[in-house]
């Protein structure tokens, strides 16, 4: 509607302006007439540009005058700003106006800080008054600077009439302006300064500070340092009176001054401080009123209290530090700037607070001491803070001990539950006692008494003092209970001398240091400013002492006698002298005559025995006139009893009495070694002795004794064996790690010399060595089951120190038995000792071993003879049911029989000091387990062999376990020395049943050395010799062979193939013996796939075949495979068949020599990688 309204509205202005104009046209303007022209006038206009006909009285009422020039406004307003300046002269003006300025005829007066003024005069007659310009108020809010005026305009209008009516009809109208002005301001100042206290209240210092009165325009009276009610002073409710107060009010003597400040208390002594007392114009702040006025009382009280503590004579090097106010100064010398003592004025209370420069932690004489300070003057006294900073001395002396035991493993208390009466020197010392626990001792403290000289008092000195303590019930008798709350009984107090105690054995008794002793002590002391240098020394003298006196004692007795603690040159630490070590029941005679001296010391750095003997001579010496040191060392920080170093030290002493006697047999042995000996290394620690052709094997000797610990199993000779050097060509293991178990037995036996144990190591490490050389690494083979698995090729098995069973890809076993005079006798170990009815059941009889053995036999008659003895008296006929190896039914694959029970080879063999004998040890080197020497405890027990013993891990030449580590019958067979199970070594020599000894004597077999008990008959012990004489078989008649032969049949030689396709590879390395019980395995083989899968391709040939030969015909070609005992491998020979069924197949003889070379060359690499068999052996390949 408004719109609509509008719009009408202006229609109808339009019609009536219209309707006007055309009223106007139409009837006014046809009647209008021109007047005449007025010549004259129009003349003036033209001509000089002026109307000067108009009337003056018009002219004079309607046209304003001209305006100056600016010329002349410079010179009216100079002569004005000259007239202001004569008034002003004239005039009398308040001081208070300081900034005086007249410029374009006015003067501006200023009072800083508080207002300012514009004044000017209309005329130059004296009698004229001051005209007000303006008005400005200077007052600001400094606090809150937020840049709002703080007067309203209207104030500044009423003000500036009130001031110029103030200026009119009066004498002094200078005098009135300044006092209207200032009063205002000053009460701005007053209101300004009460919001801003009332602001602080609010927020920051809460109720330490108060408006106690506020008078509007004249003063405004505030209390600061208002403490809290306590507990002495329960009559006030909130807060105690206030006593110190800042009035800030209007001076009524003088107007023209500023604001004036009071202050209560309002007598100040330090003239050197300096109170506000006029409120500055720029300072317009509560806040730093307050801060200027708490920052002079604090000058002036910390003044008062220095004053007071230099008449004490207690501290000295008094300072007051700026910002803020801090009394510092020290209580004793030397003291660290950390050590001293800060008291300061707080800011809110105005209370002292006591403190030290990085203190932590809250420490009760500090908080006492402040208290005290905080107490009115009438309540407090000078003795009592006297005595409170005594306790901080001495308890700042505690506190440098404490940090300083930190750098030792111990404890430090303020206090223990001791039990003791009031006669016990303990009671004297006061609360300035430290209690130190000697470390690793449970009952020994080190008391620590700081104090102070009178005639230093700023000097601490410390005093030291031992104190034994034992575990009491509260009545005081002593107990070992385990109670929750224990206490402890004193015994006598000991002082310590801490400088003597470096130096010499210095332990006074406590009523026995005189005043001069001390004196000599304090002039001797030069402890460090923080660190307590002699604390330390003290506890660690104390530990080490403490542990020689528990040390004698065990060693008294253990019954070794020593001359008591005693004090090393030249300051160093205590020591212990052995006079006598125990005689072993005479073992130890010989080393006790060679002993020159025992000490036992404490290694500090380390904190670990150091026992040191000294002997007069090697035994193996050339010098006898030189001494030789030998040094044991045990851990004192593990062992907390002194009776596990005493062990440690007699085990030890011990075996250096078994070394040492063995090193002396050694020496008087070693002109009648017929072997290369030589000693090593010998430390009384350990005998090492290099043996070998070029003496490069080494065997350490050491004593493993456990006696005092409860396992005299384990008191024994320790050996290990490995190179002193290596030449090339060698392998980098000793040779005798094979057989180290056994040797660790041989040596330990007590009628085993040392020149028997190196006559064995010597006889056996070339033959050893050789056997270290065959291959362990796991290949693919021929096996009877479904499952093909990688199976080692050879697996070697320790029987006893000469006695090793060597199985091949679990199908063949080679006995060898290491013999004197670099022999060693092989034979087939498919044979089992008085087994009737056949070989093992996992084991196949090589065949033609004995062929191939032939070849690196000794050729001397009566090693010969030897074997044929032993094939006679010591092994049975060969089974009549075993399988024939030279029929082709033979050959077609042994029996079916019943996988044996493997032996779980988890469990590890334990040797104690009876150990049972294997079932079969053979050996005769020097008698070790011979079989000749073994009585079979039951017939039915089954040889040893791999399917029953575990096999060793084809990436090591680790061997498996021995069969007598498996089984154990129940007892010691005879022949059998019960502490080791090796038999007893005949008496008329040391190489018990060795062929040499049995070829140069008429030699009978026992019936107890055949296994055939004495006292004891059986239709099987009669069948048994019977079947001795009836069969005298060939297969199990051992061959002896030199070291060199068995070298050489054991090490490896290249293979070639026969094309030259191959030969830009490496060559398949073999040894002889692999190589003939492979092709052995791989004939067998041959056999069983001619007897089963193409037995109905081919027709075998079984008669007039030659013994070990296989012969078969196909397609019009005859077939024979057999050894060939020069190559240790197999050869085929190919002729025509007689019976020839197709005339027209023809092969010539060069195809047919070539088809045998072929076969030759393949069958040698097929012999040692079996699983290229079948390329081999497929018939289509001969028939093509």
């Not at 090393?568 to 130890?588: V, Y």
């Not at 047919?1152 to 079996?1170: G, K, N, P």
Request: hydrophobic letters at 35%; glycine letters at 4%.
């Amino acid at each position: 509607m408004a719109i609509s309204n509008y719009l009408d509205q202006q229609a109808r202005l339009y019609i009536d302006t219209a309707d006007g104009l055309s009223k106007l046209a139409r009837n006014t303007l046809v009647q209008a007439r021109l007047p005449a022209f007025s010549i004259p006038v129009a003349v003036d206009v033209l001509t000089s540009g002026t109307y000067p006909r108009l009337p003056t009285c018009i002219r004079d009422k309607i046209i304003p005058p001209d305006a100056i020039t600016p010329e002349e406004e410079a010179s009216t307003l100079k002569r004005l700003t000259q007239i202001i300046e004569y008034r002003l002269v004239t005039s009398d003006i308040p001081r208070a106006f300081k900034q005086l300025t007249a410029y374009d005829g006015r003067v501006k007066l200023l009072v800083d800080k508080e207002f300012s003024a514009t004044l000017t005069v209309m005329g130059d007659y004296a009698t004229l008054p001051w005209r007000l310009l303006g008005i400005d108020i200077l007052v600001e809010d400094l606090d809150s600077r937020d840049g709002k005026p703080l007067v309203h305009e209207m104030q500044i209008s009423y003000l500036h009439t009130l001031v110029q009516s103030r200026l009119v009809d009066t004498e002094t109208p200078l005098y009135e302006l300044y006092t209207v002005l200032h009063a205002f301001c000053q009460s701005l100042q007053l209101e300004v300064l009460y919001s801003q206290v009332q602001k602080m209240m609010h927020e920051q210092l809460n109720s330490y500070v108060n408006i106690e009165k506020y008078i509007p325009c004249k003063r405004l009276l505030i209390s600061y340092w208002r403490p809290k009610v306590s507990s002495v002073l329960p009559q006030y409710q909130n807060f105690l009176p206030a006593i110190y107060k800042i009035d800030i009010h209007v001076d009524e003597t003088d107007v023209y001054k500023p604001l004036r400040i009071s202050h209560t208390p309002t007598s100040v002594k330090s003239s050197s401080v300096q109170l506000p007392f006029s409120l500055k114009s720029n300072q317009l702040s509560v806040e730093k009123i307050l801060l200027e006025t708490i920052h002079a009382w604090s000058y002036v009280r910390l003044g008062e209290l220095k004053q007071t503590l230099e008449q004490m004579n207690i501290a000295t090097d008094f300072d007051i530090t700026d910002l803020p106010p801090t009394l510092t100064f020290k209580v004793i010398k030397p003291c660290m700037d950390t050590e001293f003592v800060r008291i300061s004025i707080d800011c809110q209370l105005g209370t002292f607070t006591v403190s030290l420069t990085q203190l932590s932690y809250e420490c009760k004489v500090l908080t006492d001491l402040q208290q005290h300070l905080n107490l009115p003057s009438e309540q407090q006294n000078n003795s009592t803070i006297k005595e409170l900073l005594f306790k901080l001395k001495l308890w700042m002396g505690l506190e440098r001990c404490r940090s300083s035991i930190q750098y030792v493993r111990t404890a430090c208390h303020n206090s223990l539950p001791l039990i003791h009466s009031d006669q016990h020197p303990l009671s004297k010392f006061g609360a300035n006692v430290l209690y130190v626990k000697v470390p690793l001792q449970e009952t020994l403290y080190v008391v620590v008494v700081v104090n102070v000289t009178p005639s230093e008092p700023l000097t601490l000195k410390h005093k030291f003092y031992l104190l034994p303590v034992k575990p009491c019930t509260y009545s005081g008798d002593t107990t070992t209970a385990d109670v929750s709350k224990v206490y402890l009984k004193p015994g006598a107090l000991s002082r310590l001398d801490s400088n003597a105690l470096i130096q010499a054995n210095c332990v006074h008794s406590l009523m026995e240091v005189d005043a001069e002793a001390e004196e000599v002590e304090r002039q001797r002391s030069k402890e460090s400013c923080y660190f307590v240098s002699q604390l330390i020394s003290v506890v660690s003298q104390c530990e080490m002492r403490a542990e020689f006196v528990l040390l004698a004692e065990h060693l008294w007795k253990e019954g070794i006698h020593h001359q008591g603690l005693q004090e090393e040159q030249g300051g160093a630490p205590c020591k212990l002298t052995l006079i006598r070590m125990p005689s072993l029941n005479g073992e130890a005679d010989e080393l006790l005559s060679v002993l020159l001296q025992a000490t036992i010391r404490i290694d500090m750095e380390t904190m670990k025995w150091v026992v040191e003997f000294i002997f007069s001579k090697d035994p193996v010496g050339e010098d006898a006139t030189s001494s030789h040191q030998c040094i044991f060392t045990y851990d004192i920080r593990q062992v907390h009893d002194a009776a596990t170093t005493v062990t440690s030290l007699l085990r030890d002493w011990r075996g250096m009495v078994k070394l040492y006697n063995l090193c002396v047999q050694y020496n008087q042995v070693f002109s009648t070694l017929s072997h290369p000996v030589s000693l090593y290394q010998f430390n009384y620690k350990s005998l090492q002795l290099s043996y070998g052709p070029s003496r490069n094997y080494l065997v350490i000797i050491t004593w493993q004794d456990k006696k005092h610990s409860g396992e005299a199993k384990d008191c024994r000779y320790d050996i290990k064996f490995t190179m002193c050097r290596t030449t090339h060509g060698e392998s980098s293991q000793n040779p005798h790690n094979i057989t180290a178990h056994f040797l660790e037995l041989l040596i330990n036996r007590p009628n085993t010399s040392l020149a028997q144990f190196m006559q064995v190591l010597c006889e056996t490490v070339t033959p050893l060595a050789a056997i270290q050389q065959l291959p362990e690494i796991a290949a693919f083979g021929l096996q009877h089951s479904s499952k093909v698995v990688p199976q080692p090729v050879f697996t070697i098995l320790v029987h006893s120190p000469t006695y090793i069973k060597i199985g091949y890809r679990q199908c063949y076993v080679i006995d060898i038995i290491l013999c004197e005079n670099n022999r060693v006798m092989v034979k087939d170990g498919a044979y089992g000792l008085f087994d009737t009815q056949g070989g093992y059941a996992t084991y196949t009889p090589a065949p033609g071993l004995k062929a191939f053995l032939t070849q690196y036999e000794d050729s001397d008659p009566r090693l010969l003879a030897r074997s044929t003895l032993l094939a006679e008296e010591e092994h049975p006929p060969t089974p009549s049911n075993l399988p024939g190896l030279d029929t082709l039914d033979a050959l077609l694959g042994p029996p079916t029989r019943p996988s044996p029970h493997r032996q779980d080879p988890s469990p590890k063999p334990t040797f104690q000091g009876s150990v049972n004998s294997p079932t079969v040890a053979p050996s005769p080197l020097g008698g070790f387990g011979s079989p000749l020497d073994i009585q079979m405890t039951s017939p039915a027990l089954p040889m040893n062999s791999p399917a029953n013993i575990p096999a060793p891990s084809p990436s090591s030449n680790i061997l498996a376990a021995s069969p007598g580590l498996l089984y154990h019958p129940q007892g010691t067979p005879q022949g059998l020395d019960s502490g080791t199970g090796f038999p007893n070594p005949s008496p008329k020599s040391s190489w018990l049943n060795s062929p040499a000894a049995a070829a140069s004597s008429n030699y009978t077999l026992s019936p107890r050395a055949a296994g055939i008990s004495q006292t004891s008959s059986s239709p099987r012990t009669d069948q048994l010799a019977g079947r001795r004489v009836a069969a005298r078989s060939t297969y199990n008649v051992p061959t002896f062979l030199s070291h060199s032969s068995l070298a050489k049949m054991l090490s490896s030689k290249p293979i070639s193939r026969a094309d030259n396709a191959a030969e830009q590879f490496s060559p398949t390395r073999c040894c002889p013996l692999e190589r003939f019980l492979g092709s052995a395995q791989l004939k067998r083989h041959l056999s069983k796939i001619l007897g089963n899968d193409i037995k109905d391709k081919i027709t075998l040939v079984t008669s007039g075949v030659e013994t070990g030969t296989i012969s078969w015909i196909a397609e019009s070609l005859q077939y024979k495979v057999f050894m060939n005992n020069t190559s240790q491998g197999l050869q085929l020979s190919v002729t025509h068949s007689q019976d020839q069924s197709q005339p027209n197949v023809m092969w010539t003889s060069e195809e047919l020599s070539l088809l045998e070379r072929f076969f030759c060359t393949e069958s040698s690499l097929c012999a040692i990688q079996t699983e290229q068999y079948a390329l081999l052996l497929s018939y289509d390949s001969y028939s093509s």
